[in-house]
């Protein structure tokens, strides 16, 4: 069988979970690593037995791949990813595409004039939960959005930022729970919600000792006129996740695991004009959809996928370009947050890239208590 020949950036933390998983492909091989790390770099071309770089251009140019997978740090992701388009290879990069919304123009750019496919690692967007919900707001049950509210909790502890020098820096990482954690939700809210036209957000540390925010509250506001609400921390031990969408012919509502389709009778927009009794009710059905648990899910169907893109022409489950909408979001949520005013969206891109480098400026590696560069147990598990 004809397969990818994959060289993966980055193989310290997430990386190394994505080595397993390409090595556990049917359509791809692992040819080449490379990490800045020589030790990390050459532990795992030993252990993969593959060869080992410490600077990513030598394997983008060494001929060795076909596509790259970039897990680097955030800050990365555009140069690596633009310099393999621009040497013929495909990319897979992982999430966020890009801390800057004007870096994010340039990897779309790139990937565009490349011809080459691009993907990103919004590996949720596997999950029957959520294909079930964006089938809803597809199939057009919900009608025209009235509300959204997205309650995204996290929790990390001091350790885990204290793991790296660059965690939770604006110089290494380029923001806080927004960038790291959240864009995975963002992610989806926004694929079922849609992109706001405005976001006016409150931004701070709340319980770290860190540069960043820890947590994030923010009113949206729709292109329609409608209002939103949307919540992330990482200062919570205690979930669930909540995603709210009410629409004018009905309400989607999903808690943790579970999602819950509500069908309004008629639209709101007509029984609030028409309904002649003062104290008129409008009727619903709620039905609680079943979700499927026997299917393959995460980082393995996405990498599958784009290996099959590249080979048959398989569609996307995640296009390039889609990795814009959740750094739109975070920009303006952090832009908003420092500058205490509303941010439109689209966000202004040379407004945003002068409070990164202000915010850099400032910026100073942290003093690391235990540098630790393990990858996510709970991902761990799904991959063995």
């Not at 979970?17 to 492909?25: E, G, T």
């Not at 930022?161 to 954690?181: H, P």
């Not at 995460?298 to 889609?322: D, S």
Request: include cysteine; hydrophobic fraction near 35%; glycine fraction near 8%.
């Amino acid at each position: 069988m004809e397969k990818v020949r994959v060289g993966i950036i980055g193989v310290g933390g997430m990386g190394y979970a994505h080595c397993k998983s390409v090595k556990s492909i049917q359509e791809t091989e692992l040819t080449c690593v490379s990490d800045v790390d020589e030790n990390v770099a050459r532990e795992r071309g030993e252990e993969f037995k593959v060869k080992y770089f410490t600077d990513y251009k030598d394997l983008i140019k060494s001929g060795l791949c076909d596509a790259v997978i970039v897990a680097t740090p955030h800050w990365f992701h555009p140069e690596i990813s633009i310099f393999a388009f621009e040497n013929g290879l495909h990319v897979l990069s992982e999430k966020p595409i890009a801390v800057k919304v004007s870096d994010a123009d340039k990897m779309i750019e790139a990937a565009k004039k490349s011809g080459k496919v691009f993907s990103i690692m919004f590996q949720r967007r596997t999950e029957p939960l959520f294909k079930k919900a964006k089938d809803i707001v597809k199939s057009g049950l919900l009608g025209g959005i009235q509300k959204s509210v997205c309650i995204d909790p996290w929790y990390r502890s001091q350790a885990y930022y204290d793991s790296g020098t660059w965690r939770a820096t604006w110089i290494g990482e380029g923001g806080g729970v927004l960038i790291n954690q959240a864009p995975h939700t963002i992610d989806l809210f926004t694929q079922l919600a849609g992109l706001p036209k405005k976001i006016e957000a409150k931004t701070r540390t709340k319980l770290h000792d860190i540069e960043v925010e820890d947590e994030v509250s923010a009113v949206l506001e729709y292109e329609n006129g409608a209002l939103g609400w949307y919540y992330t921390s990482t200062c919570e031990p205690v979930g669930p996740f909540h995603l709210e969408i009410t629409g004018d012919k009905g309400k989607l509502i999903i808690i943790g695991h579970s999602l819950t389709f509500y069908s309004f009778e008629s639209p709101i927009s007509e029984f609030t004009k028409k309904a002649p009794d003062m104290w008129a009710s409008l009727r619903y059905t709620e039905e609680k959809i079943e979700i499927s648990s026997n299917v393959e899910t995460g980082h393995a169907v996405i990498i599958r996928n784009f290996a099959r893109k590249i080979l048959y022409g398989e569609e996307l489950i995640v296009k390039g370009e889609e990795g814009l909408n959740s750094v739109e979001f975070i920009n303006a949520c952090i832009l908003s947050g420092k500058k205490n005013k509303p941010v439109e969206i689209p966000v202004d891109r040379r407004e945003y890239d002068d409070l990164m480098e202000e915010l850099k400026k400032t910026s100073k590696p942290k003093k690391v208590v235990k540098v630790q560069r393990v990858t996510d147990p709970n991902i761990a598990k799904k991959i063995k």
